[in-house]
């Protein structure tokens, strides 16, 4: 499984970014998809998730209104649309993926290497 994130970037307080992430290696059905997030000095933490087959979706209570995560199957690709930015959210995005039985830490777990977005006050 390989996991390609781009868009990050440096933005103000209140603009908006989409990261991108290219899903490659297997198919999907029956995988989640998933944004983790880890800012400085701080853990990596859950952002948003994808069930890849059904689009049910799940968004972290510090995102919920402003980030919202989709996917397109024709481009095997997941979304992040991240609006109205805060300082709070500049961090390293990290794309992720697992089996739908499993959790997120499980050895099923596959990372993408990370994109970073910075937030100018």
């Known amino acids: 499984v390989q996991l390609q994130a781009s868009g990050g970037g440096l933005v103000q307080a209140g603009a908006s970014l989409r990261l991108s992430c290219a899903a490659s290696?297997?198919?999907?059905?029956?995988?989640?998809m998933g944004w983790f997030r880890q800012g400085p000095g701080k853990e990596r933490e859950f952002v948003a998730s994808?069930?890849?087959?059904?689009?049910?979706?799940l968004h972290a209570d510090s995102v919920k209104g402003r980030f919202t995560i989709s996917r397109d199957k024709t481009k095997n690709t997941v979304y992040l649309q991240m609006n109205n930015l805060k300082p709070e959210d500049a961090a390293v995005y990290y794309c992720?993926?697992?089996?739908?039985?499993?959790?997120?830490?499980?050895?099923?777990?596959?990372w993408g290497q990370g994109t970073l977005v910075t937030v100018s006050s």
């Open positions: 290696g297997r198919t999907f059905n029956g995988y989640v």
């Open positions: 994808i069930t890849w087959n059904d689009g049910n979706t």
């Open positions: 992720a993926t697992r089996p739908i039985m499993y959790d997120w830490g499980s050895p099923n777990h596959y």
